[in-house]
Protein backbone atom coordinates (compact mmCIF):
# COMPACT_ATOMS: atom_id res chain seq x y z
CA UNK A 1 0.00 0.00 0.00
CA UNK A 2 1.25 3.82 -0.48
CA UNK A 3 2.29 5.34 2.29
CA UNK A 4 0.21 8.41 2.71
CA UNK A 5 0.99 11.85 4.19
CA UNK A 6 -0.21 12.80 7.47
CA UNK A 7 -1.64 16.59 7.84
CA UNK A 8 1.40 19.02 9.12
CA UNK A 9 -1.40 21.43 10.82
CA UNK A 10 -2.38 19.23 13.42
CA UNK A 11 -1.13 19.20 17.20
CA UNK A 12 0.40 15.92 18.69
CA UNK A 13 -3.16 15.40 20.26
CA UNK A 14 -4.70 15.59 16.90
CA UNK A 15 -2.15 13.32 15.48
CA UNK A 16 -2.79 10.93 17.91
CA UNK A 17 -6.96 11.45 17.34
CA UNK A 18 -6.14 11.17 13.70
CA UNK A 19 -4.02 7.55 13.82
CA UNK A 20 -6.62 6.23 16.45
CA UNK A 21 -9.85 7.36 14.50
CA UNK A 22 -8.50 4.98 11.49
CA UNK A 23 -8.81 1.67 14.00
CA UNK A 24 -11.67 2.91 16.27
CA UNK A 25 -15.18 4.87 16.91
CA UNK A 26 -15.82 5.19 20.27
CA UNK A 27 -13.02 6.35 23.25
CA UNK A 28 -14.61 6.13 26.84
CA UNK A 29 -13.26 8.66 29.56
CA UNK A 30 -12.79 11.21 32.03
CA UNK A 31 -11.88 14.50 31.08
CA UNK A 32 -8.39 16.28 33.28
CA UNK A 33 -5.46 18.12 32.60
CA UNK A 34 -3.19 15.50 30.89
CA UNK A 35 -6.23 14.40 28.00
CA UNK A 36 -8.32 17.24 27.65
CA UNK A 37 -6.22 18.57 24.26
CA UNK A 38 -6.71 14.90 23.30
CA UNK A 39 -10.36 15.03 23.71
CA UNK A 40 -10.82 18.35 21.70
CA UNK A 41 -8.66 16.75 18.61
CA UNK A 42 -11.10 13.27 19.09
CA UNK A 43 -14.22 15.10 18.88
CA UNK A 44 -12.96 16.49 15.88
CA UNK A 45 -11.11 13.81 14.53
CA UNK A 46 -15.44 12.83 14.61
CA UNK A 47 -14.60 10.30 17.41
CA UNK A 48 -18.03 9.50 19.69
CA UNK A 49 -17.23 9.96 23.31
CA UNK A 50 -18.86 8.39 26.11
CA UNK A 51 -18.02 10.19 29.36
CA UNK A 52 -17.74 7.92 32.83
CA UNK A 53 -17.30 9.52 36.32
CA UNK A 54 -14.61 7.10 37.65
CA UNK A 55 -11.12 6.63 35.54
CA UNK A 56 -11.55 3.11 36.41
CA UNK A 57 -14.58 3.34 33.95
CA UNK A 58 -12.82 4.57 31.09
CA UNK A 59 -10.43 1.25 30.00
CA UNK A 60 -13.44 -1.40 31.42
CA UNK A 61 -16.09 0.15 29.09
CA UNK A 62 -13.38 0.22 26.28
CA UNK A 63 -12.79 -3.30 27.81
CA UNK A 64 -16.21 -4.49 27.18
CA UNK A 65 -16.91 -2.94 23.89
CA UNK A 66 -14.57 -4.89 22.46
CA UNK A 67 -15.89 -7.73 24.15
CA UNK A 68 -19.40 -7.23 22.74
CA UNK A 69 -18.38 -6.47 19.23
CA UNK A 70 -14.95 -7.33 18.40
CA UNK A 71 -13.74 -3.89 17.38
CA UNK A 72 -11.27 -2.09 19.47
CA UNK A 73 -12.18 1.21 21.79
CA UNK A 74 -10.12 3.28 23.25
CA UNK A 75 -10.55 4.44 27.10
CA UNK A 76 -9.01 7.91 28.56
CA UNK A 77 -7.82 9.33 31.96
CA UNK A 78 -5.58 12.26 32.81
CA UNK A 79 -2.29 11.76 34.36
CA UNK A 80 -1.46 10.80 37.89
CA UNK A 81 -4.66 9.78 40.16
CA UNK A 82 -6.55 9.75 36.68
CA UNK A 83 -4.05 7.22 35.63
CA UNK A 84 -4.11 5.07 38.69
CA UNK A 85 -7.65 5.14 39.14
CA UNK A 86 -7.98 3.24 36.40
CA UNK A 87 -5.17 0.26 37.28
CA UNK A 88 -7.79 -2.30 38.25
CA UNK A 89 -9.11 -2.23 34.81
CA UNK A 90 -6.59 -2.56 33.42
CA UNK A 91 -4.92 -5.41 34.84
CA UNK A 92 -8.03 -7.21 34.05
CA UNK A 93 -7.43 -6.05 30.31
CA UNK A 94 -4.10 -7.40 30.27
CA UNK A 95 -5.19 -10.81 31.87
CA UNK A 96 -8.01 -11.27 29.98
CA UNK A 97 -5.99 -10.76 26.78
CA UNK A 98 -8.64 -7.78 25.60
CA UNK A 99 -7.01 -5.53 23.44
CA UNK A 100 -7.87 -1.76 24.33
CA UNK A 101 -5.90 1.77 24.04
CA UNK A 102 -5.26 3.65 27.21
CA UNK A 103 -4.87 7.04 25.87
CA UNK A 104 -3.48 8.97 28.95
CA UNK A 105 -1.72 12.32 30.17
CA UNK A 106 1.86 11.56 31.37
CA UNK A 107 4.82 13.93 32.71
CA UNK A 108 6.11 16.49 30.30
CA UNK A 109 9.03 15.18 28.57
CA UNK A 110 11.62 17.28 29.54
CA UNK A 111 11.39 15.74 33.22
CA UNK A 112 8.55 14.90 35.91
CA UNK A 113 7.64 17.04 38.26
CA UNK A 114 6.84 16.62 42.24
CA UNK A 115 3.31 15.16 41.80
CA UNK A 116 4.03 13.10 38.87
CA UNK A 117 4.60 8.80 38.90
CA UNK A 118 6.71 6.68 37.11
CA UNK A 119 3.29 5.16 35.04
CA UNK A 120 5.52 3.23 32.63
CA UNK A 121 7.09 1.31 35.31
CA UNK A 122 3.47 0.75 36.98
CA UNK A 123 2.05 -0.53 33.79
CA UNK A 124 5.23 -2.65 33.38
CA UNK A 125 4.06 -4.11 36.80
CA UNK A 126 0.95 -5.15 35.23
CA UNK A 127 1.99 -6.57 32.23
CA UNK A 128 0.92 -3.56 29.68
CA UNK A 129 3.56 -2.05 27.30
CA UNK A 130 3.49 1.95 27.26
CA UNK A 131 4.24 3.60 24.14
CA UNK A 132 4.83 7.37 24.57
CA UNK A 133 4.45 9.50 21.74
CA UNK A 134 7.10 12.42 20.60
CA UNK A 135 6.58 15.71 18.18
CA UNK A 136 8.07 13.79 15.74
CA UNK A 137 6.85 10.55 15.53
CA UNK A 138 3.32 10.79 17.42
CA UNK A 139 1.50 9.35 14.57
CA UNK A 140 3.74 6.20 13.86
CA UNK A 141 4.03 5.92 17.63
CA UNK A 142 0.02 5.47 17.76
CA UNK A 143 0.14 3.05 14.76
CA UNK A 144 2.45 1.07 16.93
CA UNK A 145 0.50 1.21 19.80
CA UNK A 146 -2.64 -0.09 17.74
CA UNK A 147 -0.25 -2.69 16.42
CA UNK A 148 0.76 -4.03 19.30
CA UNK A 149 -2.88 -4.37 20.91
CA UNK A 150 -4.34 -6.05 18.30
CA UNK A 151 -1.23 -8.02 17.61
CA UNK A 152 -0.67 -9.61 20.57
CA UNK A 153 -4.28 -9.27 22.51
CA UNK A 154 -3.99 -6.79 25.15
CA UNK A 155 -4.31 -3.89 26.74
CA UNK A 156 -1.51 -0.58 26.21
CA UNK A 157 -1.17 2.27 27.07
CA UNK A 158 -0.54 5.44 24.89
CA UNK A 159 1.04 8.32 26.97
CA UNK A 160 1.00 11.98 25.38
CA UNK A 161 3.28 14.34 28.31
CA UNK A 162 2.06 17.13 29.36
CA UNK A 163 4.26 19.51 27.42
CA UNK A 164 3.85 18.07 23.83
CA UNK A 165 0.10 18.13 24.00
CA UNK A 166 -0.81 21.41 22.35
CA UNK A 167 2.44 21.69 20.56
CA UNK A 168 2.11 21.14 16.67
CA UNK A 169 3.27 17.28 15.01
CA UNK A 170 6.05 17.02 12.37
CA UNK A 171 5.20 15.96 9.40
CA UNK A 172 5.26 12.02 9.31
CA UNK A 173 4.49 9.63 6.15
CA UNK A 174 2.35 6.72 8.12
CA UNK A 175 1.92 3.04 6.09
CA UNK A 176 -1.02 1.25 6.25
CA UNK A 177 -0.61 -1.50 9.00
CA UNK A 178 -0.78 -5.11 7.15
CA UNK A 179 -2.82 -7.81 8.56
CA UNK A 180 -1.18 -10.43 9.94
CA UNK A 181 -1.77 -13.62 7.90
CA UNK A 182 -3.13 -16.80 10.00
CA UNK A 183 -0.67 -19.52 10.12
CA UNK A 184 0.44 -22.68 11.72
CA UNK A 185 3.89 -22.84 12.98
CA UNK A 186 4.36 -26.80 13.40
CA UNK A 187 3.08 -29.20 10.64
CA UNK A 188 4.42 -32.13 11.84
CA UNK A 189 2.68 -31.26 15.41
CA UNK A 190 -0.51 -30.90 13.59
CA UNK A 191 -0.16 -34.27 11.85
CA UNK A 192 0.10 -35.75 15.12
CA UNK A 193 -2.88 -34.45 16.23
CA UNK A 194 -4.96 -35.65 13.28
CA UNK A 195 -3.55 -39.50 13.88
CA UNK A 196 -4.73 -38.89 17.66
CA UNK A 197 -8.21 -37.74 16.53
CA UNK A 198 -8.42 -40.19 13.61
CA UNK A 199 -7.51 -43.38 16.36
CA UNK A 200 -9.71 -42.09 19.64
CA UNK A 201 -12.94 -43.62 20.62
CA UNK A 202 -14.29 -41.02 22.20
CA UNK A 203 -13.30 -37.68 21.22
CA UNK A 204 -14.24 -34.37 22.84
CA UNK A 205 -13.68 -30.87 21.35
CA UNK A 206 -13.46 -27.96 23.75
CA UNK A 207 -14.19 -24.70 22.20
CA UNK A 208 -13.16 -21.72 24.04
CA UNK A 209 -13.19 -17.79 23.20
CA UNK A 210 -10.02 -17.68 21.03
CA UNK A 211 -12.03 -19.96 18.84
CA UNK A 212 -14.87 -17.94 18.34
CA UNK A 213 -12.23 -14.95 17.78
CA UNK A 214 -10.54 -16.75 14.64
CA UNK A 215 -14.08 -17.58 13.54
CA UNK A 216 -13.32 -21.28 13.84
CA UNK A 217 -16.87 -22.18 15.20
CA UNK A 218 -18.34 -23.65 11.48
CA UNK A 219 -14.98 -25.40 10.97
CA UNK A 220 -15.30 -26.90 14.43
CA UNK A 221 -18.53 -28.02 14.32
CA UNK A 222 -17.79 -29.88 10.75
CA UNK A 223 -14.62 -30.99 12.53
CA UNK A 224 -16.52 -32.59 15.23
CA UNK A 225 -19.66 -34.36 12.89
CA UNK A 226 -16.40 -35.95 10.79
CA UNK A 227 -15.14 -37.16 14.13
CA UNK A 228 -18.28 -38.40 15.89
CA UNK A 229 -16.91 -36.26 18.63
CA UNK A 230 -19.05 -34.83 21.51
CA UNK A 231 -18.19 -31.03 22.03
CA UNK A 232 -18.37 -28.43 24.92
CA UNK A 233 -17.58 -24.62 25.38
CA UNK A 234 -15.54 -22.80 28.08
CA UNK A 235 -18.05 -20.05 29.65
CA UNK A 236 -17.13 -17.34 27.14
CA UNK A 237 -18.07 -19.63 24.29
CA UNK A 238 -20.56 -22.45 25.98
CA UNK A 239 -23.03 -21.74 22.99
CA UNK A 240 -20.20 -21.77 19.89
CA UNK A 241 -21.05 -24.96 18.88
CA UNK A 242 -24.51 -26.23 19.01
CA UNK A 243 -24.48 -29.44 16.66
CA UNK A 244 -25.54 -33.08 17.25
CA UNK A 245 -23.24 -34.25 20.46
CA UNK A 246 -23.01 -31.08 22.15
CA UNK A 247 -22.95 -30.88 26.30
CA UNK A 248 -22.62 -27.62 26.64
CA UNK A 249 -20.55 -25.85 28.98
CA UNK A 250 -17.80 -27.30 30.40
CA UNK A 251 -16.48 -26.34 34.48
CA UNK A 252 -18.39 -25.52 37.30
CA UNK A 253 -21.42 -24.10 35.11
CA UNK A 254 -21.98 -27.61 34.02
CA UNK A 255 -24.23 -30.07 35.11
CA UNK A 256 -22.70 -33.51 36.61
CA UNK A 257 -23.87 -35.92 34.12
CA UNK A 258 -22.53 -34.04 31.18
CA UNK A 259 -19.37 -33.43 33.07
CA UNK A 260 -19.22 -37.47 33.65
CA UNK A 261 -19.43 -37.84 29.70
CA UNK A 262 -16.40 -35.31 29.21
CA UNK A 263 -14.43 -36.93 31.88
CA UNK A 264 -14.36 -40.02 30.11
CA UNK A 265 -13.48 -38.94 26.86
CA UNK A 266 -10.09 -40.60 25.63
CA UNK A 267 -8.82 -37.32 23.39
CA UNK A 268 -9.78 -34.00 23.81
CA UNK A 269 -8.85 -31.28 21.41
CA UNK A 270 -8.90 -28.04 22.90
CA UNK A 271 -9.28 -25.33 21.21
CA UNK A 272 -8.83 -21.55 21.64
CA UNK A 273 -9.32 -22.63 25.55
CA UNK A 274 -6.68 -21.45 28.52
CA UNK A 275 -7.71 -24.44 30.61
CA UNK A 276 -8.37 -22.14 33.49
CA UNK A 277 -8.86 -24.27 36.63
CA UNK A 278 -12.38 -23.54 36.93
CA UNK A 279 -12.48 -24.92 33.47
CA UNK A 280 -11.15 -27.64 33.98
CA UNK A 281 -13.08 -28.56 37.81
CA UNK A 282 -9.60 -27.82 39.41
CA UNK A 283 -8.10 -31.28 37.65
CA UNK A 284 -11.14 -32.92 37.30
CA UNK A 285 -12.67 -32.46 34.13
CA UNK A 286 -10.64 -35.04 32.20
CA UNK A 287 -10.07 -38.16 33.42
CA UNK A 288 -6.84 -39.46 33.76
CA UNK A 289 -5.65 -41.70 30.76
CA UNK A 290 -7.10 -38.99 28.35
CA UNK A 291 -4.66 -37.18 26.38
CA UNK A 292 -5.25 -33.56 26.01
CA UNK A 293 -4.50 -31.67 23.03
CA UNK A 294 -4.18 -27.78 23.05
CA UNK A 295 -4.19 -25.46 19.96
CA UNK A 296 -4.11 -21.87 20.93
CA UNK A 297 -2.08 -18.53 19.61
CA UNK A 298 -0.45 -18.90 22.96
CA UNK A 299 3.12 -19.50 22.31
CA UNK A 300 3.21 -22.56 24.53
CA UNK A 301 0.66 -24.72 26.68
CA UNK A 302 -1.49 -22.70 29.29
CA UNK A 303 -1.99 -25.40 31.44
CA UNK A 304 0.48 -28.72 32.31
CA UNK A 305 -2.32 -30.62 31.50
CA UNK A 306 -1.71 -30.21 28.36
CA UNK A 307 0.07 -33.45 26.83
CA UNK A 308 0.30 -31.97 22.94
CA UNK A 309 0.25 -28.31 21.80
CA UNK A 310 0.40 -26.59 18.82
CA UNK A 311 0.79 -23.13 18.52
CA UNK A 312 -1.57 -21.88 15.21
CA UNK A 313 -4.67 -19.94 14.48
CA UNK A 314 -7.74 -21.82 15.43
CA UNK A 315 -9.94 -21.76 11.94
CA UNK A 316 -6.75 -22.75 9.59
CA UNK A 317 -5.47 -25.40 11.80
CA UNK A 318 -9.17 -26.46 11.87
CA UNK A 319 -9.31 -26.59 8.33
CA UNK A 320 -6.00 -28.72 7.96
CA UNK A 321 -6.82 -31.10 10.28
CA UNK A 322 -10.18 -31.64 7.84
CA UNK A 323 -7.80 -31.75 4.78
CA UNK A 324 -5.28 -34.37 6.89
CA UNK A 325 -8.46 -36.55 8.10
CA UNK A 326 -9.50 -36.91 4.33
CA UNK A 327 -12.65 -38.46 3.99
CA UNK A 328 -12.11 -41.28 6.69
CA UNK A 329 -15.51 -42.26 8.04
CA UNK A 330 -16.59 -41.28 11.94
CA UNK A 331 -17.08 -43.60 14.84
CA UNK A 332 -20.83 -42.87 15.47
CA UNK A 333 -20.50 -45.18 18.59
CA UNK A 334 -19.70 -42.20 21.57
CA UNK A 335 -22.66 -40.08 20.21
CA UNK A 336 -25.20 -42.69 20.09
CA UNK A 337 -24.16 -44.42 23.71
CA UNK A 338 -24.22 -40.50 25.33
CA UNK A 339 -27.84 -40.38 23.64
CA UNK A 340 -29.80 -40.43 26.83
CA UNK A 341 -27.96 -38.17 28.60
CA UNK A 342 -27.77 -35.68 25.65
CA UNK A 343 -30.98 -35.64 25.18
CA UNK A 344 -32.37 -34.23 28.27
CA UNK A 345 -31.86 -30.51 28.76
CA UNK A 346 -29.35 -29.02 31.45
CA UNK A 347 -31.37 -30.03 34.80
CA UNK A 348 -29.55 -27.12 37.26
CA UNK A 349 -31.06 -27.10 40.61
CA UNK A 350 -34.62 -25.12 40.10
CA UNK A 351 -34.08 -23.55 43.48
CA UNK A 352 -36.58 -23.25 46.43
CA UNK A 353 -39.73 -21.38 46.84
CA UNK A 354 -39.13 -20.92 51.00
CA UNK A 355 -35.95 -20.12 52.51
CA UNK A 356 -34.78 -19.47 56.00
CA UNK A 357 -34.16 -16.06 55.98
CA UNK A 358 -37.55 -15.51 53.48
CA UNK A 359 -35.37 -14.24 50.96
CA UNK A 360 -35.46 -15.09 47.66
CA UNK A 361 -33.44 -18.24 46.36
CA UNK A 362 -31.25 -16.78 43.52
CA UNK A 363 -31.72 -20.17 41.43
CA UNK A 364 -35.57 -19.73 41.49
CA UNK A 365 -35.00 -15.94 40.45
CA UNK A 366 -32.84 -16.13 37.80
CA UNK A 367 -35.11 -19.05 35.95
CA UNK A 368 -37.66 -16.64 35.87
CA UNK A 369 -35.59 -14.08 34.65
CA UNK A 370 -34.62 -15.89 31.94
CA UNK A 371 -38.50 -16.04 30.83
CA UNK A 372 -38.88 -12.83 30.95
CA UNK A 373 -35.69 -10.73 29.91
CA UNK A 374 -35.84 -9.83 25.90
CA UNK A 375 -34.65 -12.56 23.49
CA UNK A 376 -32.11 -10.02 22.42
CA UNK A 377 -29.77 -9.77 24.86
CA UNK A 378 -26.46 -8.93 25.40
CA UNK A 379 -25.36 -9.70 29.37
CA UNK A 380 -22.63 -8.49 30.76
CA UNK A 381 -21.23 -10.43 34.21
CA UNK A 382 -20.03 -8.18 37.08
CA UNK A 383 -17.59 -11.11 39.77
CA UNK A 384 -18.99 -12.20 42.62
CA UNK A 385 -20.38 -15.52 44.48
CA UNK A 386 -23.00 -15.08 41.93
CA UNK A 387 -21.47 -15.41 38.79
CA UNK A 388 -22.48 -18.55 37.95
CA UNK A 389 -26.58 -17.79 37.78
CA UNK A 390 -26.47 -15.86 34.16
CA UNK A 391 -24.71 -18.71 32.02
CA UNK A 392 -26.53 -21.55 34.16
CA UNK A 393 -30.00 -20.05 33.80
CA UNK A 394 -30.18 -17.54 30.98
CA UNK A 395 -29.82 -17.98 27.35
CA UNK A 396 -26.76 -16.80 25.81
CA UNK A 397 -27.71 -15.82 21.87
CA UNK A 398 -23.97 -16.01 21.08
CA UNK A 399 -20.79 -16.01 22.51
CA UNK A 400 -19.86 -12.39 22.22
CA UNK A 401 -23.22 -11.83 24.09
CA UNK A 402 -22.22 -12.98 27.28
CA UNK A 403 -18.95 -10.45 28.48
CA UNK A 404 -17.68 -12.08 31.83
CA UNK A 405 -15.38 -9.33 33.66
CA UNK A 406 -13.35 -9.29 36.78
CA UNK A 407 -13.04 -12.77 36.42
CA UNK A 408 -9.26 -13.28 34.98
CA UNK A 409 -7.92 -10.31 37.91
CA UNK A 410 -10.47 -12.00 40.15
CA UNK A 411 -12.01 -8.57 40.91
CA UNK A 412 -15.63 -7.39 41.39
CA UNK A 413 -16.75 -3.80 40.90
CA UNK A 414 -16.28 -3.49 37.04
CA UNK A 415 -19.65 -4.78 35.89
CA UNK A 416 -21.49 -1.45 35.63
CA UNK A 417 -18.33 0.03 33.65
CA UNK A 418 -18.13 -2.48 31.59
CA UNK A 419 -22.17 -2.31 31.09
CA UNK A 420 -21.45 1.11 29.67
CA UNK A 421 -18.72 -0.01 26.87
CA UNK A 422 -20.80 -2.84 25.94
CA UNK A 423 -24.36 -0.62 25.93
CA UNK A 424 -22.59 1.22 23.08
CA UNK A 425 -21.67 -1.95 21.43
CA UNK A 426 -24.86 -3.74 21.29
CA UNK A 427 -26.91 -3.94 18.05
CA UNK A 428 -29.88 -1.57 17.22
CA UNK A 429 -32.67 -3.61 19.00
CA UNK A 430 -30.92 -5.25 21.79
CA UNK A 431 -31.00 -5.05 25.07
CA UNK A 432 -27.86 -4.68 27.40
CA UNK A 433 -28.33 -6.66 31.11
CA UNK A 434 -25.97 -6.27 33.59
CA UNK A 435 -26.03 -8.98 35.94
CA UNK A 436 -23.92 -7.39 39.63
CA UNK A 437 -24.15 -8.22 43.27
CA UNK A 438 -24.48 -5.61 46.21
CA UNK A 439 -20.86 -5.37 47.19
CA UNK A 440 -19.66 -5.00 43.16
CA UNK A 441 -22.56 -2.51 42.20
CA UNK A 442 -21.84 0.00 45.14
CA UNK A 443 -17.91 -0.13 44.37
CA UNK A 444 -19.11 1.42 40.54
CA UNK A 445 -21.83 3.12 42.16
CA UNK A 446 -20.95 6.56 39.88
CA UNK A 447 -21.13 4.55 36.78
CA UNK A 448 -24.77 4.21 37.18
CA UNK A 449 -25.42 8.11 35.64
CA UNK A 450 -22.79 6.67 33.12
CA UNK A 451 -25.19 3.84 32.10
CA UNK A 452 -27.69 5.50 32.42
CA UNK A 453 -26.77 8.48 30.17
CA UNK A 454 -25.47 5.54 27.28
CA UNK A 455 -28.30 2.89 27.26
CA UNK A 456 -30.92 3.06 24.40
CA UNK A 457 -32.72 -0.03 26.38
CA UNK A 458 -30.65 -1.67 29.70
CA UNK A 459 -31.64 -4.15 33.11
CA UNK A 460 -29.41 -4.21 35.29
CA UNK A 461 -30.30 -7.13 38.33
CA UNK A 462 -28.79 -7.12 41.21
CA UNK A 463 -28.56 -9.75 43.48
CA UNK A 464 -28.97 -8.21 46.62
CA UNK A 465 -27.83 -10.10 49.59
CA UNK A 466 -26.57 -7.36 51.76
CA UNK A 467 -23.05 -9.07 51.96
CA UNK A 468 -20.01 -9.97 50.17
CA UNK A 469 -21.88 -13.48 49.28
CA UNK A 470 -18.33 -15.11 48.20
CA UNK A 471 -16.66 -14.52 51.50
CA UNK A 472 -19.53 -15.56 53.42
CA UNK A 473 -19.58 -19.49 51.98
CA UNK A 474 -15.91 -19.63 51.75
CA UNK A 475 -15.22 -18.01 55.76
CA UNK A 476 -17.89 -17.28 57.43
CA UNK A 477 -18.92 -20.82 57.07
CA UNK A 478 -15.75 -21.90 58.73
CA UNK A 479 -16.00 -19.96 61.90
CA UNK A 480 -14.27 -16.58 60.82
CA UNK A 481 -16.36 -13.29 62.06
CA UNK A 482 -18.82 -12.30 59.50
CA UNK A 483 -18.63 -8.55 60.74
CA UNK A 484 -16.79 -7.40 57.54
CA UNK A 485 -18.58 -9.38 55.32
CA UNK A 486 -21.76 -8.00 56.02
CA UNK A 487 -23.13 -4.74 53.94
CA UNK A 488 -26.28 -2.58 55.48
CA UNK A 489 -29.21 -3.20 52.83
CA UNK A 490 -28.87 -0.61 50.25
CA UNK A 491 -32.20 0.79 48.72
CA UNK A 492 -30.79 0.50 44.57
CA UNK A 493 -34.13 1.09 43.34
CA UNK A 494 -34.21 4.70 44.92
CA UNK A 495 -31.15 5.64 44.14
CA UNK A 496 -31.52 4.59 40.43
CA UNK A 497 -34.52 6.06 40.28
CA UNK A 498 -32.80 9.78 41.54
CA UNK A 499 -29.96 8.90 38.53
CA UNK A 500 -32.93 8.75 36.07
CA UNK A 501 -33.57 4.81 35.74
CA UNK A 502 -37.03 2.95 35.85
CA UNK A 503 -36.56 0.47 39.27
CA UNK A 504 -38.12 -1.97 41.62
CA UNK A 505 -37.44 -3.72 44.45
CA UNK A 506 -38.32 -7.83 44.08
CA UNK A 507 -38.73 -9.57 47.09
CA UNK A 508 -40.93 -11.98 45.56
CA UNK A 509 -41.53 -13.24 42.06
CA UNK A 510 -44.87 -11.25 42.06
CA UNK A 511 -42.67 -8.02 42.22
CA UNK A 512 -41.32 -9.05 38.69
CA UNK A 513 -44.15 -7.29 37.16
CA UNK A 514 -42.92 -3.93 37.31
CA UNK A 515 -40.07 -4.83 35.00
CA UNK A 516 -42.44 -7.31 32.82
CA UNK A 517 -44.53 -4.09 32.10
CA UNK A 518 -41.51 -1.76 31.34
CA UNK A 519 -40.27 -4.69 28.18
CA UNK A 520 -43.40 -4.65 27.39
CA UNK A 521 -43.83 -0.79 27.14
CA UNK A 522 -40.93 -0.99 24.39
CA UNK A 523 -37.91 -1.42 27.34
CA UNK A 524 -36.56 1.98 26.92
CA UNK A 525 -33.71 3.51 29.04
CA UNK A 526 -32.68 1.48 31.96
CA UNK A 527 -34.55 -0.42 34.27
CA UNK A 528 -32.37 -1.31 37.72
CA UNK A 529 -34.22 -4.59 39.50
CA UNK A 530 -33.02 -4.66 43.40
CA UNK A 531 -33.33 -8.38 44.01
CA UNK A 532 -33.11 -9.56 47.81
CA UNK A 533 -31.87 -12.83 47.06
CA UNK A 534 -30.68 -15.28 50.62
CA UNK A 535 -26.86 -15.74 51.29
CA UNK A 536 -28.02 -19.46 51.97
CA UNK A 537 -27.66 -20.89 49.10
CA UNK A 538 -23.85 -21.75 47.62
CA UNK A 539 -23.85 -21.51 44.02
CA UNK A 540 -22.26 -24.99 42.98
CA UNK A 541 -18.81 -23.42 41.50
CA UNK A 542 -18.13 -22.72 44.39
CA UNK A 543 -18.49 -25.77 46.54
CA UNK A 544 -16.83 -27.18 44.10
CA UNK A 545 -13.88 -24.95 44.60
CA UNK A 546 -14.11 -25.14 48.45
CA UNK A 547 -13.64 -29.24 47.64
CA UNK A 548 -10.94 -28.64 45.43
CA UNK A 549 -9.16 -26.05 48.04
CA UNK A 550 -9.96 -28.26 51.47
CA UNK A 551 -11.96 -25.14 52.95
CA UNK A 552 -15.08 -27.32 52.61
CA UNK A 553 -13.59 -29.95 55.01
CA UNK A 554 -12.80 -27.02 57.15
CA UNK A 555 -16.31 -25.50 56.87
CA UNK A 556 -17.74 -28.68 58.11
CA UNK A 557 -15.67 -28.95 60.98
CA UNK A 558 -16.24 -25.89 62.63
Request: aromatic share 6%; charged share 15%.
Amino acid sequence: MTPQAADTTLTVSGRVAEVLGEHVTDVFGVMGNGNVHFLDAAEKAGLRFTPVRHEGAAIAAADAYYRASGRLAAGTTTYGPGYTNALTALAEAVQAQIPVVLVTGDAPSDGARPWDVDQTAIATGLGAVTFTVTRQAAGSITQAAVDYALTHRTAVVLAIPYDLAALEAAEEQLTPRAAAAAGIDDDAALARVADLLAAARRPLILAGRGAHLAGAGEALQSLADRLGALTAGTALAFNLLQGEGHLGVAGGFGTEDKAALMHDADVVLVVGASLSPFTLRFGHLFGPGATVIQIDSAKEPTNPRVDLFVQADAKAAVQSLMRLLGSASAPASWRAEAGPVLSVAAAHHEGSAETADGRLDPRLLASALDSILPQRRTVVQDGGHFVGWAPMYWRIPRPQDLVMVGTAYQAIGLGLASAVGAARAVDEGATLVLASGDGGFLMGLSDLESLVGAATSAIVVIYNDAAYGAEIHQYASQGLTDKPMLIPEVDFSGIARALGAESAVVRTLDDLSALRDWIAAGAKGTFVADCRITSSVRAPWMSEWMRATGKAQAAVAN
